[in-house]
């Protein structure tokens, strides 16, 4: 008989520095993508193969957050201090606890803020985040 495993996204928790967050949009929660190029290739005239591998470990994070959530003032006022005066950036810690899954980084910040949007209804707010040094652990 096969396995039996269970998710449940009340068990995936988001620490930005301090402020944990709250308000995700119904459809998604949380992506996390590898920004940097992986492992390249160039073949020469003589089809010898030189492989690079990129040293970066740096990530996007998008979060889709409800408009009311109050992450987004957090992400707001992070993105304002980080063009004041260089002192936006905080760390991240995504752990999925059922699944025994967790993402780090120890420097993250704002790209721009998400986009402000009012209608008939609430609308989603996705914030787009840079994760230096993330690890997956």
Not at 38 to 67: F, W
Not at 102 to 111: E, H, L
């Amino acid at each position: 008989m096969g396995e039996v495993h269970t998710y449940n996204p009340r068990k995936v928790t988001c620490a930005l520095g301090r402020h944990i967050v709250s308000g995700f949009a119904d459809d998604s929660m949380i992506t996390v993508e590898f920004a940097g190029d992986g492992t390249s290739y160039v073949s020469g005239a003589d089809g010898e193969i030189v492989r690079s591998i990129d040293p970066t470990e740096i990530y996007t994070l998008k979060m889709p957050l409800q408009q009311t959530s109050r992450t987004n003032e957090y992400l707001q006022n992070m993105y304002d201090r980080d063009r004041n005066d260089g002192g936006g950036t905080f760390s991240v810690n995504v752990n999925d606890i059922l699944g025994r899954e967790k993402f780090v980084g120890g420097m993250a910040w704002v790209t721009k803020p998400a986009s402000w949007v009012r209608g008939k209804t609430q609308n989603n707010r996705e914030w787009e985040l840079v994760v230096a040094n993330g690890q997956f652990r």
